[in-house]
């Protein structure tokens, strides 16, 4: 007798995406809009980005100063820990390893805490944002970054869940001792790897 054939069987379950971490599902071409608070209007004229805290030379760059570094570029996978993922995304601004190489970070630098022109705030170990790891971003597609995503500059951390990712960032305060952020203070994990489903304290 001959076995069931495809037809009776039916499609065969679609297999899942390996870059999907645990939990996550494909956003396809939407990319969700989410904030704590509310949106700023923040013009490039006025906007800058300070690193200071544990650094041997506190500086800040203007939208002008810091379009004259050195260019970088993301192309890769974003997760948002409210479970979509969006694949072969491309951002463009600039490395956090060229603003931390011209701060200088003393040796006991360990953590960074990230502030947005809102107030909001996260907080990453350095080694999550060194190395190739993470950006300040203004372009997202070729196309300036929009404000409801973060815009006109926001931090870029894509290995880590997106809230880690400030949205009008101004300020990178570097830090002997973890201090919780804005999200961790209400019981997000304090790092947030979406390969591991950090979503809260205690995952």
């Given at each position: 007798?001959?076995?069931?054939?495809?037809?009776?069987?039916?499609?065969?379950?679609?297999?899942?995406?390996?870059?999907?971490?645990?939990?996550?599902?494909?956003?396809?071409?939407?990319w969700?809009?989410?904030?704590?608070?509310?949106?700023?209007?923040?013009?490039?004229?006025?906007?800058?980005?300070?690193?200071?805290?544990?650094?041997?030379?506190?500086?800040?760059?203007?939208?002008?100063e810091?379009?004259?570094?050195?260019?970088?570029?993301?192309?890769?996978?974003?997760?948002?820990?409210?479970?979509?993922?969006?694949?072969?995304?491309?951002?463009?601004?600039?490395?956090?390893?060229t603003?931390?190489?011209a701060?200088?970070p003393?040796?006991?630098?360990?953590?960074?805490?990230?502030t947005a022109?809102?107030?909001?705030?996260?907080?990453?170990?350095?080694?999550?944002?060194?190395?190739g790891?993470?950006?300040?971003?203004?372009?997202?597609?070729?196309?300036?970054?929009?404000?409801?995503?973060?815009?006109?500059?926001?931090?870029?951390?894509?290995?880590?869940?997106?809230?880690?990712?400030?949205?009008?960032?101004?300020?990178?305060?570097?830090?002997?001792?973890?201090?919780?952020?804005?999200w961790e203070?209400?019981?997000?994990?304090?790092?947030?790897?979406?390969?591991?489903?950090?979503?809260?304290?205690?995952?």
């Amino acid at each position: 007798m001959a076995g069931p054939t495809r037809g009776f069987l039916g499609r065969s379950r679609r297999e899942r995406d390996p870059r999907l971490p645990p939990g996550q599902y494909d956003v396809g071409a939407d990319w969700p809009v989410l904030t704590a608070e509310p949106t700023p209007r923040i013009t490039p004229e006025t906007w800058s980005i300070t690193v200071d805290g544990r650094v041997e030379n506190p500086v800040s760059w203007t939208w002008d100063e810091a379009h004259r570094l050195p260019p970088s570029e993301y192309r890769g996978d974003i997760h948002c820990v409210t479970t979509w993922s969006k694949f072969d995304t491309r951002f463009a601004g600039v490395s956090v390893d060229t603003l931390l190489e011209a701060a200088r970070p003393t040796a006991d630098a360990h953590f960074v805490m990230a502030t947005a022109k809102t107030g909001y705030t996260t907080n990453l170990p350095l080694e999550d944002v060194t190395g190739g790891k993470a950006w300040i971003v203004w372009e997202f597609d070729g196309e300036p970054l929009p404000v409801e995503h973060g815009g006109p500059v926001r931090l870029l951390v894509p290995h880590l869940y997106f809230w880690k990712s400030a949205k009008w960032v101004t300020r990178l305060t570097l830090l002997q001792r973890d201090q919780q952020g804005f999200w961790e203070q209400n019981g997000y994990h304090d790092r947030g790897d979406p390969w591991r489903e950090q979503r809260y304290q205690g995952d």
